[in-house]
């Protein structure tokens, strides 16, 4: 049974950091390309990080310089540090395992920045 796990969601004031976990299990890890979504209410599932098997990343620019992803293949682990939280990073927080046509996903883990 394929499960991703995902903790470090939480309330953060504005400019502070989180750093998001998600533990996989039941998949051969290394070779999926792992990545985090976020979705806000009433808006769409937005992609803010991807790492592939071979560790190139990609970010959209409403994240990139403030969101790092990584992997730990021997963790079979996910993280993403976010950093110079805004308001509108506001969102639970996704993680996604994808390989050809499997695709997993997380429960998710919200994320509340403000005062």
């Known amino acids: 049974q394929v499960q991703l796990v995902e903790s470090g969601g939480g309330l953060v004031q504005p400019g502070g950091s989180l750093r998001l976990s998600c533990v996989a299990s039941?998949?051969?890890?290394?070779?999926?390309?792992m990545e985090w979504y976020r979705q806000a209410p009433g808006k769409q599932r937005e992609l803010v990080a991807t790492?592939?098997?071979?560790?190139?990343?990609v970010y959209p620019d409403s994240v990139k310089d403030r969101f790092s992803i990584s992997r730990d293949n021997g963790k079979k682990t996910v993280l993403l540090q976010m950093n110079r939280l805004k308001p509108e990073d506001t969102a639970v927080y996704y993680c996604?395992?994808?390989?050809?046509?499997?695709?997993?996903w997380g429960q998710g883990t919200q994320v509340t920045v403000g005062s």
């Open positions: 790492i592939t098997a071979d560790r190139r990343t």
């Open positions: 996604s395992a994808r390989l050809e046509d499997r695709v997993y």
């Open positions: 039941g998949i051969s890890f290394s070779f999926y390309k």
